[in-house]
């Protein structure tokens, strides 16, 4: 549908304000009230319309008593007519007191990406820049070699102070979404050494990095390592029992004089995958998806996954002694707790299945899982067999290679680079993905208000008090943030808020989307109830793995005219968001401009939001 050309501005009186009237035609008619609620404006109906040379004119008129000065009527009229989808490029003649003057020349037309004004562009570009480097930073590679070192002479291996002696005696398993450039990056430390290897990765990953020219994140091809690919959807299958079975073969032979490398990133529990009989692959698919869209956390999925499957909690390490094993982890868990990542196959089990029966009943799954899941969690609750108090004598080596920290940390330096005053959130955000749009939503409104108000201006002490109590932020973060925006703003500078986490999404709808997604869409609407007016804000929310939920994008981006220009398409935001179908309104507008489209990244350390305000 084709809506609207602007024709001109006038500056007109109206009960002693002076008042911007915008004379807008449009094909077709909008609605009455159409324009309604943004920013300055305040009216447009019917009798402000009429007919200039075939097309409706509609007169929008907007309150100019809060303009301070050319500049800033300017700007603000920019942004009203991009909100509504249109491109200008006002240029003030003349204000002289309240008479009427044409603002805008030039042939008008609509709205188009390259017309968004460099100081949106730039800052999309800048937000998106400082994500992808978050993700090139802990790239697997380079994390590896942080932390492993081959001696000179090259016969012996040094993890966390310890060396272990190589004599053509190394294995190495792995499975996770980093685990190919964790493979490759010790297959050409320990080439040599190495008498094979079996790692389980997602399905499409080697044709993917290929083709995204990184094939440095890829087994070589004289590598002895085999790579297994499964799990689609993040789901465990087929491919990936079979990869799983072939890695309890390899580790089960293995004796005192080997090494066993073990690669572990997220993403492992569903591609190490072997449920103790008489559970069944789909019993195993049908719980794990009942509790990731029922809200469960990863703590809690993963508990129960320990439980009930043959190499979790710790029983791979078993199943390899006497060898010594090294465990190499890229963290994609909140406070990097070493037995949940990929279920921990390597560290000690520290759950019991009464807490299985536990989690099953907090999401109301007893009459939805299946029997022989509940058989068998009741039949450990009655033999009383609780898992082996683990000791400081656990066997085995771990490092943490990276992290959600690390990542965000760049994004941080990153952020400074291009500009921006960056404040570090922290890396363990969690909760509702809802719920932590809404935070991010007034978070933002807090810096608008903070930047032009009182610190004890009532609407400031309000959104504060709200943040604090509902939203559970720090009073000390938000003390950091005021003090950043007051420096960074009177430096002329924006701010880049950054943080990370693993939220979680009650799926009740039947869309397309994830927690990343979800996340933004809803601060999206929050952002629309706030007109801001004094400065630019750009939201981020991506899963660093590349793939968010169902949907095939990282995750998305917008500012507060994104639920404007949905609007005016006429699509219902409030439906995709409570029909978890966020994914689809991103492709949606603009040609999908709002989607952050990766594909794998080849790494995993959970999600990352990055907010970056400017003033304007
Ligand atoms: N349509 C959807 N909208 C929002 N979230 C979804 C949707 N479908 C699945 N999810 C959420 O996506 C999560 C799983 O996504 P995934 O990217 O595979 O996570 P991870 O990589 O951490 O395992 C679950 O928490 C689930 O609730
Ligand atoms: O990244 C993932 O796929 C999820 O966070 C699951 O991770 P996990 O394999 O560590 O359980």
């Given at each position: 549908m084709t809506y609207t050309w602007y024709t001109g501005v006038q500056w007109q009186p109206l009960n002693g304000h002076p008042l911007l009237v915008l004379h807008v035609t449009c094909r077709p008619t909008p609605r009455q009230?159409?324009?309604?609620?943004?920013?300055?404006?305040y009216q447009t109906t019917r009798k402000h319309s009429g007919k200039v040379a075939g097309v409706t004119v509609i007169r929008m008129w907007a309150?100019?008593?809060?303009?301070?000065s050319r500049h800033h009527l300017q700007n603000s009229w920019k942004r009203i007519l991009q909100i509504q989808g249109f491109f200008c490029q006002p240029r003030i003649e003349q204000i002289s007191g309240c008479q009427s003057k044409r603002f805008f020349h030039g042939q008008p037309r609509r709205l188009l990406s390259q017309d968004i004004p460099p100081i949106t562009m730039a800052v999309r570009e800048d937000i998106l820049n400082i994500f992808n480097s978050a993700i090139e930073s802990v790239l697997p590679r380079q994390m590896v070699e942080r932390v492993v070192s081959l001696s000179e002479d090259g016969c012996s291996l040094t993890v966390n102070n310890e060396k272990f002696l190589l004599k053509k005696n190394v294995y190495v398993v792995g499975f996770g979404k980093a685990v190919s450039g964790m493979a490759r990056a010790i297959d050409d430390l320990l080439h040599d050494h190495i008498i094979k290897g079996i790692i389980s990765i997602p399905v499409g990953s080697s044709e993917h990095l290929t083709m995204k020219g990184k094939s440095d994140l890829l087994v070589g091809e004289n590598s002895k390592i085999e790579v297994h690919e499964g799990a689609e959807q993040n789901l465990p299958d087929e491919a990936a029992v079979r990869a799983s079975l072939a890695i309890r073969d390899l580790v089960s032979d293995l004796t005192e004089e080997d090494v066993l490398i073990v690669l572990i990133s997220g993403g492992g529990s569903a591609l190490l995958t072997a449920p103790c009989p008489p559970i069944t692959l789909r019993d195993m698919i049908t719980v794990t998806r009942m509790l990731s869209t029922a809200g469960a956390t990863i703590f809690e999925l993963n508990t129960i996954r320990k439980n009930l499957e043959l190499l979790k909690g710790g029983k791979l390490l078993e199943m390899a002694l006497p060898a010594k094993v090294i465990s190499l982890v890229l963290s994609d868990v909140v406070g990097d707790q070493l037995d949940m990542i990929a279920s921990g196959p390597t560290q000690p089990n520290f759950s019991s299945a009464e807490e299985c029966l536990k989690i099953i009943e907090k999401y109301d799954l007893g009459n939805k899982v299946p029997t022989s899941i509940i058989e068998f969690i009741q039949k450990k609750v009655e033999s009383g067999v609780r898992p082996a108090v683990p000791s400081d004598t656990w066997p085995g080596t771990t490092s943490i290679i990276g992290s959600n920290d690390f990542a965000t940390t760049i994004a941080c330096s990153k952020a400074a680079e291009l500009g921006y005053f960056p404040f570090l959130m922290g890396n363990s955000l969690e909760g509702e993905a809802n719920t932590v749009g809404q935070m991010f939503g007034k978070l933002a409104k807090f810096i608008s208000l903070s930047f032009t108000s009182q610190p004890n201006n009532s609407r400031v002490k309000a959104l504060q008090a709200e943040l604090i109590g509902k939203f559970d932020v720090p009073k000390s973060t938000l003390s950091s943030i005021s003090s950043l925006i007051s420096k960074a703003f009177s430096a002329g500078h924006g701010i880049c808020l950054v943080s990370g986490g693993e939220t979680v999404v009650n799926v009740k709808g039947t869309g397309t989307g994830g927690r990343a997604q979800q996340m933004v869409l809803s601060t999206a609407v929050q952002l629309n109830e706030f007109s801001f007016t004094n400065c630019h804000v750009e939201f981020l929310s991506g899963a660093t793995d590349g793939m968010d939920g169902s949907s095939d994008a990282a995750g998305a981006v917008v500012n507060p005219d994104f639920i404007k220009q949905a609007q005016l398409m006429g699509l219902d935001p409030e439906l995709y968001l409570n029909n978890n179908d966020s994914s689809n309104l991103f492709k949606a507008v603009d040609k999908g401009s709002s989607l952050v489209v990766t594909g794998?990244?080849?790494?995993?350390?959970m999600d990352i939001q990055i907010m970056i305000v400017t003033s304007v």
């Open positions: 009230g159409l324009f309604l609620g943004h920013g300055h404006i309150a100019t008593c809060k303009f301070h794998l990244t080849g790494t995993n350390v």
